[in-house]
């Protein structure tokens, strides 16, 4: 395999993507994916991050979330294989996982599995003051709030906020998306005095950040307008 003709198709992907050509792209990336494979062998890490890249391609054409699930799990076997079940690389690749299983309606308990495994991998090699502990923290709360455990829901978001609230500061965005997240499990509940406080301060983050014309303080309004 020539490097020339594998670094040119990589160029041309990452063109391709930028433009969201993705339909263009993706045929270039099972390319990829195939040099690859000839170059370093079936498990080789450079081969596992061609997997991901090939993973993300299908799922933001939107048709092809199976694909996308067949090479992401191929990625995170080769990942496993090579640093053992408790890498950030693997924790990464599990996230990529969890998100296409929520996509297809995959079974919750099954999302729960994998997140609380992020979420060790994450506490050990990161500390669970790290916003990517957080962002576990908040995918964990999205998947008790589907399966009715609005306590346990509450509980995991509110972590996140105060862990975002330290890490990045009290007027960041991801606190804006973990108060929205949670005025939600409240709206579930059938709690609209918890909502309402939420939904404004989630307002206030967003017009802040953006300006009082951008569409992401269209839906925050929109929000709370129900309340």
């Known amino acids: 395999v020539q490097a020339s003709n594998l670094e040119a198709l990589i160029y041309q992907v990452k063109a391709l993507t930028s433009e969201g050509r993705y339909t263009e792209a993706i045929p270039l990336a099972e390319q990829i994916v195939e040099l690859t494979e000839d170059k370093f062998g079936a498990e080789h890490l450079e081969l596992a991050a061609k997997l991901n890249d090939l993973g993300r391609l299908y799922f933001r054409q939107g048709l092809d979330i199976d694909k996308s699930i067949v090479a992401v799990k191929r990625a995170l076997m080769i990942y496993q294989k090579a640093y053992g079940p408790n890498h950030l690389d693997v924790a990464s690749t599990l996230n990529n996982l969890v998100i296409l299983y929520d996509l297809e309606g995959y079974n919750q308990n099954e999302m729960e599995a994998l997140v609380l495994r992020i979420l060790g991998i994450y506490e050990k090699e990161l500390g669970s003051d790290h916003p990517w502990f957080a962002i576990a923290l908040t995918r964990l709360g999205t998947v008790f709030q589907k399966q009715g455990r609005y306590d346990e829901s509450e509980m995991q978001?509110?972590?996140?906020?105060?862990?975002?609230?330290?890490t990045d500061g009290p007027d960041d965005l991801?606190?804006?998306?973990?108060?929205?997240?949670l005025a939600n499990v409240y709206r579930d509940q059938g709690r609209p005095e918890l909502v309402e406080s939420l939904y404004k301060r989630n307002l206030k983050i967003i017009?802040?950040?953006?300006?009082?014309?951008h569409p992401e303080v269209a839906?925050?309004?929109g929000n709370l307008g129900g309340y």
């Open 157 to 166: 978001f509110r972590k996140a906020i105060e862990i975002h609230e330290k």
């Open 219 to 221: 839906i925050s309004l």
């Open 207 to 213: 017009e802040k950040a953006y300006g009082p014309n």
């Open 174 to 181: 991801s606190v804006a998306m973990v108060l929205s997240y």
